[in-house]
């Protein structure tokens, strides 16, 4: 969707023409900013779902890690001893997935999060202090 230019001299001639074209980017910058709010709100929400998802993961993996099966005689059976490897085994691949999730996460607020937020209050506030400069008289 495009809007038609906004000239710089049509502003000293603060036509209802040009106020309508800066109603429109008005409207564009603020339904724009509402979805960038909208993207980092849900993103820190899910960050903070998946932070707490791993942590849980991490728990549960580190309860299989540490079990052990009590034994009666000299040893474990070896039904015992596969259940207890394969828990170990599940366990390493558990911390594994969520070591690289855990990263994945860190970068999605490093690399998406915060850069979106900085855009936001840099780009967006600056256009909107521009907007303003543009028709001082504007309501």
């Known amino acids: 969707m495009g809007h038609p230019p906004l000239e710089f001299s049509d502003c000293y001639l ?3 023409d040009f106020r309508e074209r800066l ?10 900013n509402r979805f960038i709010k909208d993207v980092i709100k849900d993103g820190n929400s899910l960050i903070g779902a998946m932070r707490s998802y791993s942590s849980a993961v991490q728990k549960f993996s580190q309860t299989l890690q540490s079990f052990q099966f009590d034994f009666t005689g000299d040893t474990l059976t070896d039904d015992e001893i ?3 490897e394969s828990f170990k ?13 855990m990263m994945m996460v860190q970068n999605a607020s490093d690399l998406l999060i915060k850069p ?4 936001r209050k840099e780009q967006i506030g600056l256009t909107k ?3 303003i400069l543009l028709l001082p008289h504007h309501g």
């Open 116 to 119: 979106l937020e900085n855009f």
């Open 14 to 16: 603060d036509s209802p």
């Open 23 to 32: 109603k429109c980017y008005e409207q564009e910058l603020e339904r724009t």
């Open 82 to 84: 596969n259940i207890a």
């Open 129 to 131: 202090v521009c907007f």
């Open 89 to 101: 085994e599940f366990a390493e691949l558990l911390s594994e997935v969520e070591n690289e999730r």
